[in-house]
């Protein structure tokens, strides 16, 4: 079965700390999304992977495709980064669509 | 910046009644996508639609969804005979291609059946 884990389930932090978040998928993929869903529940978009690294501002997502597991990096976290994150994956044989793990909610404290 | 809209943003109906959720995909897209999440549960895959007609779907689509695009605007989504546990949030997402490209989520339509 196509399985997307995340952990941890749930993550405090004090502002202006380094936080990771993890995923580790099951099978061959075509391509990992790092998203972002708000407290009122709209999901935005932040990184799509398929190899490498990529950086947008404080966030930086990494895959290592052998080993299945990607992470999400924020440096200096601030309070407005408290959210949850979800990874999905699109999976080698399918048509686009993503499959979701369960995300990581984000708590940040001034 | 070019968004996908959801209409309505919340709706409350009775069991046994049909809904149909409308969703207005970013313009120059060509894949198209809907999503639930029931309330405290992960995101869950329903359907995908390219080139009028459906690409993908899961086990949840059973013969109750059925999904249309009427004209060159609109996305729907259509619950024949709504039951209890079809309450969820339902997401629209378009997308330029597919394996390897970003979708755009719309902010969701929260269904909830009586």
């Known amino acids: 079965k196509n399985e997307v884990e995340q952990s941890p389930q749930n993550l405090t932090a004090q502002e202006g700390e380094f936080i990771t978040i993890n995923c580790s998928y099951s099978v061959g993929i075509s391509a990992l999304h790092w998203l972002q869903q708000h407290p009122g529940g709209g999901i935005v978009s932040l990184f799509m992977?398929?190899?490498g690294k990529k950086k947008h501002g404080r966030l930086i997502a990494t895959i290592n495709i052998q080993e299945k597991h990607s992470s999400l990096h924020i440096t200096a976290s601030h309070p407005r980064d408290s959210a949850v994150y979800i990874c999905a994956v699109n999976y080698g044989g399918s048509q686009g669509n993503l499959i979701f793990g369960k995300g990581t909610k984000l708590s940040v404290k001034p | 910046e070019p968004e996908v809209t959801q209409t309505p943003s919340h709706q409350v109906t009775q069991m046994g009644q049909e809904v149909i959720l409308r969703c207005v995909p970013i313009s120059n897209h060509l894949y198209f996508y809907w999503y639930r999440q029931i309330l405290g549960q992960k995101v869950e895959f329903l359907v995908s639609f390219y080139n009028n007609e459906i690409s993908e779907k899961s086990e949840i689509f059973d013969d109750q969804f059925s999904v249309e695009r009427p004209d060159g605007s609109n996305f729907t989504l259509k619950i024949r005979s709504t039951k209890l546990e079809d309450s969820a949030m339902y997401f629209c997402?378009?997308?330029?291609?597919?394996?390897?490209?970003?979708?755009?989520f719309g902010p969701g339509t929260r269904l909830l059946v009586l």
């Open positions: 992977l398929s190899s």
């Open positions: 997402a378009s997308s330029w291609g597919t394996r390897q490209e970003t979708q755009y």
